[in-house]
């Protein structure tokens, strides 16, 4: 079946600019999670939604970064007044709720922030 | 603050020799540790995991080893091939905390 989608893959935004960034999980997979990965480093969490449960939402870095999802499918991540720290590949994951060990991800968005 | 590390942060290896990464961690309440593998311009994927009970697990080609004792974890791959070259992480997961923790990664590159 389909993988984990993610659009747009890049996106060039302006610093201060507000950017949406989607995610389309794989069907069935009530587990969904956002990691942003900074050039040649690893990847940090940030938001984790599972099924109707409220988000953890302890790794996002400031309150200029935001996510949401509808029901069991679509998420956005919306970053605001965009800075050039922001810049990174912004990749999606999901998995069946309890394995969240094997996630499944896309493959990310790069976003440059100029 | 807890961490998941790497002790090199790139491997070249012979093609059909066995690669050896290396991956330390500093939590030891950790309930998995996972490797995953990164090609480049692509989202990681699941290599295999092992529970903190365990000691050995092996897949397909792939042994993973966990030394409780000194907080190491390896990942071996058996006679390397062209598509391991690779950005490879470990991880560390909890039951019920379905987030993961990734460690920094090491680049493997395998001389034809």
């Known amino acids: 079946g389909a993988g984990v989608s993610q659009s747009p893959s890049n996106k060039v935004t302006e610093k201060g600019k507000d950017v949406e960034l989607r995610c389309d999980p794989i069907s069935g997979h009530t587990a969904l999670y956002w990691y942003r990965q900074r050039l040649g480093q690893g990847l940090e969490f940030l938001i984790y939604?599972?099924?109707?449960?409220?988000?953890?939402k302890s790794g996002l870095p400031s309150d200029r970064f935001s996510a949401e999802r509808t029901g069991e499918s679509v998420s956005t991540l919306t970053i605001q007044r965009t800075q050039q720290e922001d810049s990174a590949v912004y990749l999606c994951?999901?998995?069946?709720?309890?394995?969240?060990?094997?996630?499944?991800f896309g493959p990310g968005t790069r976003l440059t922030v100029t | 603050g807890e961490s998941v590390g790497l002790h090199l942060p790139t491997l070249s290896v012979q093609e059909g020799d066995n690669s050896i990464i290396n991956c330390a961690y500093s939590?030891?309440?950790?309930?998995?540790f996972i490797w995953y593998k990164q090609e480049s311009g692509k989202g990681p994927q699941f290599i295999i995991d092992i529970r903190s009970n365990m000691d050995k697990r092996q897949g397909q080609r792939v042994t993973v080893l966990l030394n409780k004792t000194v907080k190491h974890l390896s990942l071996q791959i058996a006679a390397t091939q062209p598509g391991d070259s690779a950005v490879y992480f470990c991880a560390e997961a909890y039951f019920g905390n379905e987030k993961l923790t990734f460690g920094t990664g090491t680049r493997l590159t395998i001389i034809p």
């Open positions: 939604f599972q099924g109707n449960s409220a988000p953890d």
């Open positions: 994951a999901s998995s069946f709720v309890g394995q969240g060990r094997e996630q499944y």
């Open positions: 939590n030891s309440a950790s309930d998995y």
